[in-house]
């Protein structure tokens, strides 16, 4: 790249930064909530955070909400806006042949083809919580330079008007071990709150264009299954920071795990 090519690109992004952050200013309002350390090991984060159930935290119009914005930003100048919207809309179908389920094929493949020719789960844009979540860890670790997923454990009390998020998340692509979270969620459970979604996201690399696939893995089917029989989870959430899938419980049964 020539010097000129190096400076102009440079001052975009400089322009860029400058206009996002601006945006971020004006239009994002994080929701008030109460956040309790249970244990921080290295980038190994285990809290519990408490908010108020209010009908923000379910809707789909989020304004700019700043570290998810940074990484589609991002995305945008490493693949084109062009392509960028390809790689979101190809992720986001839930209309392909119904022929592809009876192909054979691995665990994974036949995973997103059940999501993806709508006979399992529901895909929409990513709420509010999920966003505020996602950013939180975004803030931490940018998703494009340094990539890591991260647990979300929703609770409710069906006599308090309360959520409940028990988060796990560290420096590595996977998320932690979550046992310092899930004694404390044991313990809330036992106290009459419910366990309704369990949120995590997905990334992929280069050769995949980046979004995040919109199904369960093998080893999250797994999990979910677990999580299900043991504590009575209601739904599985997948985001990529554009959509998430919705999985109810009762489906849970149809996905390949391990």
């Not at 000129?4 to 996002?20: D, E, G, P, R, T």
Request: glycine residues 6%; charged residues 25%.
């Amino acid at each position: 790249m020539s010097k000129l090519k190096h400076y102009l690109l440079l001052v975009f992004l400089i322009l860029l930064s400058a206009c996002f952050n601006k945006k971020s200013t004006l239009r994002f309002q994080a929701p008030q909530f109460e956040k309790r350390l249970v244990l921080q090991d290295g980038h190994a984060e285990f809290s519990v955070w408490e908010f108020e159930d209010q009908a923000i935290l379910w809707t789909y119009t989020l304004g700019a909400v700043p570290h998810i914005d940074e990484y589609r930003d991002s995305l945008a100048l490493v693949l084109g806006q062009e392509g960028l919207e390809k790689a979101i809309a190809v992720e986001a179908d839930q209309s392909r042949d119904l022929a592809l389920l009876e192909e054979e094929q691995n665990g994974a493949d036949r995973n997103a083809d059940l999501v993806h020719t709508g006979t399992v789960g529901h895909i929409r844009p990513i709420n509010y919580l999920e966003a505020f979540i996602l950013n939180y860890q975004l803030g931490r670790f940018p998703l494009l330079g340094h990539p890591t997923e991260f647990h979300g454990f929703i609770a409710k009390h069906p006599g308090k008007n309360l959520v409940r998020v028990y988060f796990a998340a560290s420096d590595a692509p996977w998320p932690p071990k979550p046992r310092p979270v899930m004694d404390a969620m044991e313990d809330d459970l036992e106290r009459g709150w419910k366990l309704v979604y369990h949120l995590h996201n997905h990334y992929c690399e280069e050769d995949k264009d980046y979004i995040g696939i919109l199904a369960p893995s093998m080893p999250d089917a797994q999990y979910f299954k677990m999580l299900a029989n043991r504590y009575d989870l209601q739904k599985a959430l997948i985001t990529n920071a554009y959509h998430t899938v919705e999985i109810e419980a009762k489906h849970f049964s149809r996905f390949d795990s391990h």
